[in-house]
C-alpha cells in the first residue's frame, strides 16, 4: 500500500477502468463501483485524464458530504483521520498552521481559504 493514501487510492480505482471506443471514433470510460462515474474524449488520453479528474472530484464530494465511498485494495477512505500532535514540529500554537501553494498562490488555514501573492 503506498504511504499517500489518497494517491492510492485513486491510483487503485484508475487500474479498474474500463474504455470503449465509440463508433463515432471517440472513446467512452468508466470505472466500476463508481456509480456515475464516466467520460468522454476525443481521444483516449483525453478520456483517461478527464476520468482522472471526474473521479477525484467524486471522491472529495463525496467525503465532503459524509457519503460512503467503496473501500478499495484496503484504503478505506471513510476512517476518520488520526491526528499527530504538532508541538514537536513547532513551538507555535498549531490552530495557526498555514499552508502554501506557491502554484496555486493561496494559502490555506483550517477555517479558510485567503488569497494571498506568492
Same mark, same amino acid.
Given at each position: ?9 485513486? #491510483? ?5 477502468? #474500463? ?26 488520453? #483525453? ?36 491526528? #499527530? ?34
Amino acid at each position: 500500500m503506498l504511504r499517500f493514501i489518497l494517491t492510492g487510492y485513486i #491510483e487503485n480505482a484508475l487500474s479498474q477502468a #474500463e474504455y470503449d471506443k465509440l463508433e463515432d471514433g471517440t472513446f467512452s470510460g468508466r470505472i466500476p463501483f463508481f456509480k456515475g462515474v464516466i467520460t468522454f474524449g476525443k481521444t483516449l488520453r #483525453e478520456c483517461e485524464d478527464e476520468l482522472r479528474s471526474m473521479l477525484e472530484d467524486w471522491v472529495l464530494v463525496g467525503l465532503k458530504s459524509g457519503h460512503h465511498i467503496p473501500v478499495l485494495a484496503g484504503y478505506d477512505l471513510n476512517k476518520e483521520p488520526s491526528h #499527530e500532535s504538532m508541538a514537536a514540529n513547532s513551538s507555535n500554537d498549531h490552530d495557526n498552521l498555514i499552508l502554501m501553494s506557491p502554484a496555486l498562490g493561496h494559502a490555506i488555514n483550517s477555517w479558510s481559504i485567503k488569497k494571498t501573492t506568492v
